[in-house]
């Protein structure tokens, strides 16, 4: 191990110096091309050339699942095992290949050529199972294992619009194809409180990162606020399980986020942006970094704002807000206490505005068009299009772009999805054996479950609202009466306990023993008394935790014992 | 500034800024905690703290929540209580705390069962006996902090310590599970002072709990046990 030669490594993360600590993350991932892994000589050569102390890079290496502190193969192969792969024979192919080359899962061959691990849901839902070959997607993947697909993913476009998506399908949207940035230019004409106040109660924008926040509230706080530097950060960290709507978004038609961030950086007043992306989601990277570069030579971002992408390393917490200001800060990205909200203190303790990929995608239209023709489309006080992943058991599934106000009934329609649960009425007549629609997962792994009884709901945020479902991140996820639900929340428990950051007692202990539980209910092993435990954690995580991965841990999970409670009893399947 | 506000339904006058843990505490209203410490910047970790606050969605942690003009707090309300009692539990069902006297109290005070969660895994390591000051033992370890803090910014500044893991498998740990005398620690015995479990020991202390004589203590020397 003492051959190892330093000098690569030095010529590699030279250009991050600058950044000290933030230069962190990059740094390591540089490190990690060179050598493959993080050897104890490359972390401390890293954080020797960035001055962070050695115990504080271990910490951070050690948080990201796709660091490795010890060795791997010189390939990886990263198969999700999550719901949506799940339903397609996710845990077959991982079967399938860990016995091909005489692997478990999480293993690596003595040759040290392979790595086989199973990995939370890749984004990659709609052409499942699926699984991640160092940066390329392998999708599609037939139940003989013999036909899939390799590189850069297929985008799956449906729906009734064509207003976000208007460029995705056919590949990226390069800047010429693009156009210029007529909404940009036309925000240029107008003044910061105006462009603020088009996205604020005139187009009624809410965010579609998961927490519903009104953007034009956000964008005023801060830039109301007087500082050297603003920041405006793009979230793509995209990893609630079942959400793949930013990858489409980001691979088909980057243009139309940046264009929404110059926008944005010009309403608050930032100088600079970051668009942080999800480690799983490498086969974006390039396209993006094109991109920017496009919009470089034209003009559209230089010396008054500029972006910078920045790559994470498998952690879903990351996506929280704050969490993901501190990985950019090159920390663990552990959730900060709120207040004091981005607003103010965001990145580098700067006035931030965070936004998701499919809010800034609102604003080019938003914008172009004017509020009053916005708010066409959609309903009063849930305005606009909105981009839904569909996926599980329908017959097409994919993104769906539609008017906020469809019901469930008219998108699963559209999707080829189960029909409706047998009900009294109904009863035999449609002879066919199909399996019905057993239930649907709204919202992600932190969203809930709706079953036929909901059909007829309006898709808006106050109608799921007032049913107790929440819209999260867009996830539509159909399980058939065929499946297994204790097997869906079995998933939902590991990915919890998995991606708990560990900060604050309910949920670092509370993942773990819903986890616990759950696999017992799985097995069919309840014991006396789970039901209770179960309410318990689960209620506790929910209302004493510290940041919304806790807060929404066990959101399915109660909302499956409300409609199953059968399941989490001793004797009762 | 002066305020005024209701915990429990008494009214107190206090002054802006305090956290209502402090106005607790000068009001002879106790509210239980674990994780801050007055040597540390407190970071709302352990949520045994926590108290219902009129208006707020969930329940709200008294160690950073400021007291605030009208305010009305319930420290004691069922919520707060089924709150306090499964964190407890599932800390017991985690980790060794026999060396916690004050966390025993608690679970007393609030009915929490040692046992609620049977086949929970728990959080066990080996202890780590590596250098001459002080014993390591993460299975008491109950993750508040404390001495992260004080090693790094809150006093020394010698950045020794950081974690591993993450979640539940979260571990106090050095620079690749490196023996403390191969860190930058400098011996000085802070994170001991703060640590409220007994993971963190002095060795001399440990060492009389073992068994060993005074005079025994003197000629020992530190031998390295590496941890699983
Ligand atoms: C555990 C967790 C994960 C999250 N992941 C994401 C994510 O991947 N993408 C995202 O846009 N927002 C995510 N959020 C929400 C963000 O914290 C934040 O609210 C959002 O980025 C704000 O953008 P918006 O107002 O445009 O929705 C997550 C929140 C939590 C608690
Ligand atoms: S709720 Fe979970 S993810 Fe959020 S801070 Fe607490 S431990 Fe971390
Ligand atoms: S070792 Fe002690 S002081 Fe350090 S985190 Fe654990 S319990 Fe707290
Ligand atoms: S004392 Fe408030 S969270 Fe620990």
Avoid at chain 1, 346 to 367: A, H, K, R, S, Y
Avoid at chain 2, 20 to 28: C, K
């Amino acid at each position: 191990m003492s051959e190892i030669q330093l000098t690569p490594l030095k010529l590699a993360i030279e250009s991050y110096i600058p950044l000290g600590r933030s230069g962190l993350l990059p740094a390591l991932h540089a490190a990690q091309k060179i050598y493959g892994w993080l050897p104890l000589e490359v972390a401390a050569e890293v954080a020797n050339t960035l001055g962070v102390p050695l115990a504080d890079v271990h910490g951070v290496i050690e948080f990201y699942s796709m660091f490795y502190n010890e060795p791997v193969g010189r390939r990886i192969i990263r198969v999700c095992t999550d719901q949506a792969c799940a339903l397609k024979g996710a845990d077959q192919l991982l079967d399938h290949l860990c016995h091909c080359y005489g692997l478990r899962p999480g293993q690596t061959t003595d040759d040290l050529s392979l790595t086989i691990e199973r990995s939370p849901c890749l984004g990659l839902c709609e052409q499942a199972p699926a699984a991640l070959v160092d940066d390329d997607a392998e999708t599609n993947i037939s139940a003989d294992f013999h036909s899939y697909d390799l590189g850069i993913p297929k985008s799956y476009v449906y729906g009734s619009i064509r207003e976000l998506t208007v460029n995705c399908g056919n590949g990226t949207t390069t800047l010429a194809e693009y156009g210029e940035y007529a909404a940009y230019k036309k925000a240029l004409t107008m003044s910061p409180e105006e462009v603020i106040a088009e996205t604020d109660k005139a187009s009624g924008l809410v965010g579609r990162g998961g927490a519903a926040f009104p953007t034009g509230v956000k964008w005023g706080g801060a830039a109301k606020i007087q500082a050297v530097q603003k920041f405006i950060v793009c979230n793509a960290d995209e990893s609630e399980p079942g959400t793949f709507k930013d990858r489409v978004l980001l691979l088909d038609d980057p243009h139309r986020t940046i264009e929404g961030m110059c926008i944005a950086a010009y309403a608050i007043g930032a100088g600079k942006g970051y668009i942080y992306i999800r480690g799983e989601y490498p086969y974006i990277v390039p396209v993006l970094e094109n991109a920017l570069d496009e919009a470089r030579s034209a003009g559209y971002l230089g010396e008054h704002f500029d972006v910078e992408v920045r790559v994470g390393a498998g952690a879903y917490i990351c996506g929280e807000e704050t969490a993901l200001f501190e990985s950019i800060e090159g920390k663990r990205g552990f959730p900060r206490v709120k207040p004091p909200f981005p607003t103010t203190n965001g990145l580098f303790d700067n006035p931030t505005v965070i936004n998701n990929v499919e809010t800034l995608c609102n604003l080019p239209l938003i914008i172009s068009k004017g509020s009053a023709e916005y708010r066409m489309l959609g309903t009063e006080t849930s305005p606009g299009p909105k981009l839904f992943c569909v996926s599980g058991d329908v017959a097409k599934p994919g993104l769906y772009e539609v008017p906020f106000g469809v019901t469930l009934r008219e998108l699963l329609k559209m999707a080829g999805g189960p029909p409706p649960a047998i009900t009294p009425r109904t009863s035999r007549k449609q002879g066919a054996r199909i399996p019905r629609l057993q239930a649907v997962l709204f919202g992600g792994a932190a969203g809930a479950f709706a079953t036929s009884e909901h059909l007829d709901i309006k898709l808006t945020f106050e109608d799921l609202r007032a049913a107790g479902l929440p819209l999260g991140s867009g996830v539509v996820m159909v399980f058939d009466e065929t499946r297994s639900i204790p097997d869906v929340l079995n998933r939902l428990g590991k990915f919890f306990a998995h991606e708990s950051c560990g900060k604050c007692y309910p949920c670092q202990l509370g993942t773990q023993r819903q986890m616990e539980i759950l696999e017992r209910v799985a097995k069919n092993k309840v014991m006396v008394g789970d039901f209770s435990r179960l309410q318990d954690v689960g209620w506790t995580m929910t209302e004493a935790s510290l940041c919304g991965l806790g807060q929404t841990a066990a959101s399915a999970v109660l909302s499956a014992m409300k409609l199953w409670p059968d399941l989490f009893e001793t004797g009762q399947r | 500034m002066a305020i005024t506000f209701f915990m429990d339904g008494k009214e107190i006058k206090t002054e802006e800024g305090k956290t209502l843990i402090e106005v607790a505490r000068e009001n002879g209203i106790n509210i239980p905690s674990v994780c801050v410490h007055e040597a540390t910047k407190a970071n709302a970790l352990c949520r045994i703290c926590v108290v219902e606050v009129e208006g707020q969605r969930v329940l709200q942690p008294a160690c950073i929540v400021k007291a605030a003009n009208n305010m009305k707090v319930q420290t004691r309300s069922g919520k707060v209580l089924r709150a306090r009692r499964t964190i407890l539990e599932m800390l017991a069902s985690t980790i060794d705390l026999s060396d916690a006297p004050e966390i025993q109290n608690m679970m007393a005070e609030y009915g929490a069962s040692f046992n609620r969660f049977p086949d929970a895994k728990r959080r066990e390591s080996e202890i780590q006996d590596d250098n001459p000051m002080y014993i390591r033992d993460y299975s008491k370890c109950l993750l508040c902090w404390r001495c992260v803090q004080v090693c790094a910014d809150d006093a020394q500044y010698t950045f020794a310590i950081n974690f591993s893991g993450r979640g539940f498998e979260t571990q106090v740990g050095t620079f690749f599970d490196r023996a403390i005398p191969e860190t930058s620690c400098v011996l000085c015995g802070q994170c001991v002072a703060v640590c409220p479990t007994g993971a963190l020991k002095p060795k001399r202390e440990f060492l009389l709990e073992q068994g060993l004589s005074p005079q025994d203590i003197g000629v020992l020397n530190s031998g390295r046990k590496k941890r699983k």
